[in-house]
């Protein structure tokens, strides 16, 4: 479908086990989606759905000690990421054209180092054309721009920042490689919703202007709507729903999980008398349902839902894995 | 003051429940007097819910925790059925908590991890020696399980091994278990995942009905407030800028803040999609020996120098709509 | 599970820890049934011209200058040495417990006055002071309990205060005291049961430092009178020999630190089967 030298990554059956003493826990079971280069894919579900376990895997910055890829091929510009030596990763690709940014500004920056040393320190250590430190230092000030930081805030600490500015820092160390790729873990939910606005607002504003390819970790279907342009749902390690924003908020060929996530949010347009929450609780990763991941949630669950899992009923760049769409037997019709 | 009080004869009229007048609560820090809350009057009807909104610092939930007198005010009132609990002694405080409960936010930390469920819901009981029999304890767990929605089987468990949405269906229980009027809520669903965030919603929602409950509903989620609130306060660096009745409020924001706040919040829909939401300047700052005048004025964009000077006072600018900004001053 | 057996099922996923314990197991088993073992008798006996044998099927750690049995001297000095380690640690802990919980909840003024005084005798090394009360009252064991538990109490009631103070700050307590709970209620019903985790924890580490700090006012001569087997005074008496009949300093020396040494990985153990991170 998509012409390949516009692809910047591609996912394929992705699969990613945490071992523990007595158990092992599902978290990534056969993720696959593609991005292209300049294009934002937001990536939502709730706690445990293998949101982060998904950027973490394209990162390779899983926990050695429990976690293991057990399967799966992530193809960034056209190399296989899983095959690529620890070292190539660390000083070619790892924050040089694949960024991330976490939730939590506070623990991402290091306490006792001015905040424009740490922006320095990264573009040192991937410095491939041997800038001058003047050269980095007007790097780093025109990053700080970039963020809407004033660069004379460079010599703060970040205790002397307010949470909104720590957040703009730890992006605008994100961005002073010119990474083609940025992962984005709930970047904004430690923020105050005014503030959530302004730095969604310089993101938004940033990708633009930089061309950057974006994966957006959210569980905010607001946040969604705003920033991206397709949307993976998903639920206890797979994607469910995946598609452009159009295709996932027009309601057509919904799947019943991604119908309740909508259901349990209060409507601000409207006035509703109840919510229609979806009942249950997210299964036990260790031990995951037969059939559809969803099923013993499901208010439309069929006897099929409970055997088989569904394969993806592709309409145009919408996709469904739900046994009410296409032929209804529990297979895709894309073959 | 009066005003505030009219603004509770509105609808039907019924007994207030709740009277908060001019109630502070300021913090010694290091740089200063902390006012984390500043001078907030508000009455509560039998059988409402007020939300108080507000960003992080804004002082919403030491408000909460100073009606409980969980931290003591620095001056006011509190009317809870007409008796002053501010004033109260230790003895008749904690007969007063038996009609005001509290909802806590975090539902790890607001549970203790060493007693089971049962034991948990039970303990308000037995601290106040309201039960006679081990059978009535006993009896009373299960119905409040039941009401909350834990399965019976659940009884002997620990917390550490339930998931957020059950913990706090626990904290719940054990607030009613008491059989209060009147309960707290303090960001009793923000640290849930969407799905349980709307099971809990409808279990409060439910009780407010069948107990004629009546609430104040703390948090910094606006889709939320509005769905659960009769009356909603919005609430900047311990002062209360505005408060109308819930539709009003989200049809018709008078004060630059709260528009700037509701702009704020992400729709879930495509609607608003390319259009950029007016984004509010600045940072929230800290009401550390603050100068009297509008708090928010370092941010607003209306601001002038009317502003400065003198705290803006909260006037009814439409029925039950109440606004503490100079712009609409002296208007009505 | 309840807490505590998820506590027990982790520690005992814990190798080292295990042996830890077995070696603590052993030690009481000794202190109980030592006289059955080795009478107590051929460890004073004295036999001069059995004196400063090496190790023998006979003797099994060999025999010290009197020509007294070494295997049942370090054996019969568990005894003595954990009776004042055992006893002095337990009351510091209780003590600490108890102060600590008081000075976490009443902030204002109880906290100020103790810490004040506690700084006080923080401010003497506490093997000075304790070997300050024994050289006044004298050394008896009932004396170097005393010592003992003067030496350790400041620190054990700051532990105690530092872990509490963390507890009263959690919402647990503040929703205790909105539903109604008297003080004595919170302190007794929350927050100690709460603490006891880390508190058997740093008891297992202090039970540590006091067998060290008993046998070396020993060594120098200040701990329990001759011939009681006191490990400390084992090592004393050996002092002379240590290059012509080493066996007298090595036996009692592996004593004491296999000792040390297990408590402390019991300590290790048990904090690591009590960590909140691993929870869940």
Redesign the interface.
Known sequence: MDTLNNTLLKVENLHVVYKARRETVYAVNGVSFCLKKGETLGLVGETGAGKTTTAYAIMRVLPDRTARIVNGIIEFEGYNLLDVPENLMRHGIRGEKIAIIFQDPMSALNPIMKVGDQIAEALKFHNKEDLSPERIEEQVDRTLELVGIQKERKYDFPHQLSGGMKQRVVIAIALVCEPVLIIADEPTTALDVTIQAQVLAMIDELREKLGTAMILITHDLGIVAQMCDNVAIMYAGEIIEIGSVEDIYSGKMQHPYTAGLFGSLPDLEKKTDRLHPIEGLMPDPTDLPKGCKFNPRCPRCMDICRNVQPEFTVEGTHKVACHLYGSGKGRGIDE | MEAVRGGALMSERKEPILVVNNLKKYFRTKKGLLHAVDDVSFTIDEGRTLGVVGESGCGKSTLGKTIMRLTEPTGGEVFLQGEDIVSMNEGRLRKARLKMQMIFQDPYSSIDPRMSLAQIISDPLKVNRLCSSKNEIDERVDRMMRIVGLAPRLRESYPHELDGGRRQRIGIARALVLDPKFIICDEPVSALDVSIQAQIINILMDLKEEKGLTYIFITHDLSVVKHISDEIAVMYLGQCVEKAPSEELFLNPVHPYTKALLAAIPVPNLSKRHARPTVIKGEVGNPIDPVPGCRFAPRCDYATQKCTGRNPELREVAKGHFVACVLYNGEM | ???LQ?TIYRFS?NKVSLIGLAVVLLLIFIIIFGEFISPFENGVKQNIRMRLQGPSAEHWFGTDAYGRDIFTRVLHGTKYTMMIAFPATFIAEVIGIILGACAAFYSRWFDNILMRVLDVFQAIPGQLLALAVVAALGGSLFNLVIAMLIARIPASVRTARSIMLSLVG???I?????????DY?LIF??VI??SLGAMIVSMTINLSAITLQVSSMSYIGLGVSPPTPEWGALLSEAREFIITAPHLIIFPGIAILLTALSFNLVGDGLRDALDPRL??
Do not use: W
């Not at chain 3, 503040?174 to 008297?182: K, M, P, Q, V």
């Open positions: 599970m309840s807490p998820e996923q959690q919402e647990y503040d929703a205790a005291r909105s539903y109604g709970s008297r209620h019903r929350h049961p709460n929870r869940d």
